[in-house]
Structures are given as C-alpha cells and as structure tokens.
C-alpha cells in the first residue's frame, strides 16, 4: 500500500527541505508565452511516501523520503546557501504510515511515535565513487529495498525499457539508510555564486559530505543512532577520509564502515613507469578472468575459483613480485621460468608477455585474452565481453560491463524517483557525470593518493569500528589484492588488524549484480550488523 503525504514545513526549515523553485524570473519564455512552464530544479518541500516489504519472510514498514539539505557558507553565522544535497532516506516504521496516520487522526491508542527507538536502529549513510558518481548504484543494487531487475543471475539488462523490482535481499531490516549525491551528482548542485569547482575536491568533497551528515542527524534527531558509513569504488576513498573526519572536524565516531571494490592507495592500481605494484595486484584478477572465459590448461581450469585465486596470489606475492623487483637482474633461466608460470596462470601466450615486459596493465589484458575471439573483456566485470570496430588495437574500444549497468540504472531510477517517490525535478539526474579536474590535495600531492593512514588512525583512536571490505574476483578496476596490500601495510596493532576483513564474491566491481553473490552478501553484511559493538541505550 502506497500513502504520499506533503511534509511538515519545519523539516525544511530544518534543512531537509528544498530552496523555492529555481524557475525563470517570469512565466514567459523568450517568445513571450505566458504559458510557459517554470523549470522546477527542487519542489518545495520533501516528498514523503510510505511502503511495505518483505525480507526473510518478514514485513517491514517504511518511510521513504527524496529531498535536498542545504549546504550553507558558515553555519555559526552566514547562513547564504553554497549548495542543495539531494538524499533519499529510507527508515522504517512499526506500522504502515497511512494506518498509523489514520488512528492518529481517529484518536486510537497508538505510540507516540512510529519510528522504532533511535538508539537502538542503525544508521548507515551510503554514495558511490566516481569521483562524480551518484549514489544509484548501492542503492538499486544492494541495500534499497527496490533494486533493479535483470535479465538473468549474472546481471545482464536483457532490452528495454528497464524497472526495479522488490530487493529481498535490502539491509533495510538492519538499518535504515540515506543516499547521498555528493555536489555535481544526481540532483546536487551548487548553489548561489558558490561554483561547483569547489567542490570537487577530496578535501572538499569530504567536508561536504560531513556537513551533510552532520545537518542530517541533527534535523531527524538521530545522534543517538549507532552510525555507519558505506561506500563503493572511489566512495571507499571517501569513506575512509570521512570517518576521520567526521570524528577530527565533528565529534561524531561512526560504528562501522562498510567499503565496495575499495581502493584508499592508489599506488595499488595506477599503472605508470616505475610502480610495478599494480602489476603485482592485478595479477590474481586477471587470473580469476581467465579462469571464468575456460582460457586455462586443465590444472588450472579444473579448480574452484577460491582455491585457484589465493594460488594466483601467493604467485604474485612470491616468484612473480620478485622477478619485478629483479628488473634487469633477473637472469633468463629465472625469467622463462616466470614467463611460463605467467602465460599458465594469465592465459597469454608467452611471447606476448615478453613483449610487456613481464607487465600486463589492464587494458592490454582486457583486449588480449579473447582476441582470437573477436572479443574484449571488461574492465569493470571481466565476465562480460563485448566487440570492438576490429582486433589490432592494444586496448578496448569501450567497456562491456559498464555498457551493461549504464542505460538499465539509469532509465530505472528515473522513472522509480518520480513515479514511485514521487520527486518532481526537471534537473538531469547525473548518473555519472564530469568532474574533472579532482582536486587531491594533500592526499596526492606529488605522490599517489593515500588515504589509508587516515583509517588506521581512526581505528586506532575507536577501536570499536570494525570495517567491512567486499572485493569481486572479477575486478579489474580496484582489484581486490590492492586493499588486501593496503591492509597488510597500514601497520594496524595485532590487536586491531581483524577488525578489518575482506570478503570475496564471484562477480566484478558491483558483485552484487551476480544473484547468488548478492545473497552472500546479504548473509555477509547481516552477521556485520550483528557482530559491530554498539553502546549502551535505554
């Protein structure tokens, strides 16, 4: 049952409201047609609509809310708006709003307030990376209670048009969530004669989101909620930067921190002369690729992909990261011998390795391995593949598995905001938009981007957050082996090195796409709710 209610006008005053419709300064258009309609960037209030659904066999109740909070310049004094924060939040309820809203008005006896106790309900704030990445994709694809629907179990679109569909498998029964755009995505826009550049920064962006945050909790009275931060891909960079400084800038210590195909060194994946670590942390992946497109000798191909995986690794952990490190030294008995276990492993012939030197990047891998198919690979999902104009390029025309994701997130989030949850915006939602230049600061000045002692800090001053790390075997944009590096070099006390785990999926960057990876999940991240030390409540 569906109930959609006006809200109250102190939640915009409060913030969770929108600024008055950014319309043309007339209702004439430049033809002079008084019957022109207003461009409507924000409606004037929040829309507000109540729902059900079933997880674990179980009903669950729930508000949903699509509206903006305001960014303002200085909130101890100059209150001029800097930028508009679209969110979608989703809390859910002891009992169905509208019957809730009916005894209300009959005078029944019923609580106080419909919204299960604060202290004891987890609140988990959710965006995705990019950077300039709206928050769709967590959203539809793992933790809303409607996700996109597919075609098959891997996640193929199939043809459109394209809808959600019930997500059984929504973290909505343990915590309520808000999706934040960050400025530039989805409806986020600067505002005033603040320019958009200046949000497009780490730093800068961290701070937004905090603010954000921060105005959020206040307005919905959930300080006394536990807190948890999730984040996917360049979300994961944010992520970790933000929980430090949301308890550094704030005072505000999240619980957990959930990160998606992580990446907080990036000296992990940029490949460039010089940093041979990428070759090493890709190396298991692009096994795990060749294993799933049968491009391997039978001893290989013939085992599970857990198993084979972590041999990949100890390979290029061990023989492989020293042949590297070797460079020139390196004699020709012992580089046949690597070029040999390489081309086993990899899938490539070995005069192809040779050639690179012994260093495979991504983009040659991804066009390589099923060249003699007429196929690529993808970069994002290296289980899809996809076509290029012809076969002689040393890298792929397009990526096959964001070909995939694009179109079918995009046309069902538009149509699920307006139609579902009700939100009337003639803005574009940006799904994935420009953002460039990103502003890295002192994160990456002259060195690659590090955010990872950021999270050891945090986690050493709040022993109590635990992180949780989901990482697919077929990630060839933030391999899993690179936060697994990561971790092994944070210099995290023995006593605090567990509180960070890694958990691995069949699928890519979004395993999540995969059905029986986005059960596992769902299996995963409730035992995470579950086992995060929360404080004491009434």
């Known amino acids: 049952m569906r109930y959609v209610r006006h809200a109250f006008i102190a939640l915009a005053l409060l913030g969770l409201g929108t600024l008055p419709v950014l319309a043309q300064s007339d209702k004439s258009d430049q033809a002079g047609n008084a019957d022109a309609p207003h ?22 109740y729930y508000e949903a809310t699509a509206g903006t909070i305001t960014l303002v310049r200085d909130e101890a004094g100059d209150a001029e708006p800097r930028a508009q924060m679209f969110y979608i939040a989703y809390r ?31 609140l988990t704030f959710s965006f995705n990376g990019g950077p300039g990445s709206s928050s769709v ?22 043809p459109p048009p394209y809808r959600v569909e019930s997500n059984p498998h929504s973290l909505l029964d343990k915590s309520d969530f808000v999706f934040i755009d960050p400025v530039s995505t989805g409806f ?58 949301l308890q550094g800038s704030h ?49 290989h191909q013939n085992k599970p992909i857990d198993e084979f995986y972590k041999e990949a690794e100890a390979f290029a952990l061990g023989d492989y990261a020293s042949a590297l490190i070797q460079g020139a030294r390196l004699s020709d008995e012992n580089e046949d ?6 081309s086993e492993y990899l899938g490539l012939t070995p005069e192809f390795i040779r050639r690179a030197n012994l260093r495979i990047s991504q983009g040659r891998f991804c066009k390589e391995l099923l060249r003699d198919q007429g196929l690529t690979v993808g970069r994002f999902d290296s289980r899809f593949t996809g076509q290029d104009r012809d076969d002689v390029n040393d890298t792929y025309d397009y990526d096959p598995s ?45 060195r690659y981007v590090n955010v990872a002692e950021r999270l050891r800090s945090v986690m050493h001053e709040q022993p109590h957050i635990r992180v949780f790390v989901a990482s697919g075997y077929h990630d060839l944009a933030t391999p899993p082996l690179g936060l697994d590096y990561t971790h092994d070099h944070m210099q995290l006390r023995d006593n605090l090195h567990n509180n960070l785990k ?20 769902k299996d995963d991240l409730d035992a995470f709710y579950d086992s995060v030390p929360v404080g004491l409540s009434d």
């Open 39 to 60: 461009f409507v960037a924000y409606p004037d209030e929040p829309s507000v609509t109540y729902h059900t659904t079933e997880i674990n066999g179980e009903p669950i």
């Open 92 to 122: 859910r309820t002891q009992m169905p709003g509208d019957e809730y809203s009916q005894k209300m008005e009959a005078g029944e006896d019923v609580p106080e307030s419909n919204y299960p106790n604060a202290s004891k309900r987890p």
């Open 137 to 158: 994709w967590l959203h539809l694809g793992v933790f809303g209670p409607k996700k996109v629907a597919y075609a098959d179990d891997e996640g193929r679109p199939g």
């Open 188 to 245: 986020s826009r600067a505002q005033g004669d603040t320019s958009a550049k200046d949000f497009h920064g780490l730093e800068t962006d961290i701070a937004s989101v905090a603010a954000f945050i921060k105005r959020y909790i206040t307005s919905t009275e959930r300080w006394s909620s536990p807190l948890y931060i999730a984040g996917e891909s360049y979300g994961t960079t944010r992520a970790a930067g933000l929980t430090n400084h």
């Open 251 to 299: 005072g505000i210590s999240v619980n957990g921190v959930i990160l998606v195909s992580a990446v907080i060194e990036f000296s992990t994946l940029r490949f460039g002369a010089g940093n041979d670590l990428p070759y090493i942390c890709f190396f298991p992946s692009f096994a795990a690729t060749a294993h799933y497109h049968g491009a391997l000798p039978p001893e």
């Open 337 to 342: 011998e690597i070029v040999r276990q390489m």
């Open 402 to 446: 964001y070909a995939v994701i694009r179109s079918n997130f995009t046309e069902s989030f538009n149509s699920y905001i307006r139609e579902e949850l009700g939100f009337k915006s003639d803005l574009s939602y940006e799904i994935l938009t420009n953002v460039r230049p990103w502003d890295y600061g002192r994160a990456g000045d002259g």
């Open 502 to 521: 890694n958990y691995y999926y069949i699928g890519g960057h979004m395993m999540y796409l995969d059905k029986a990876s986005l059960e596992q999940l």
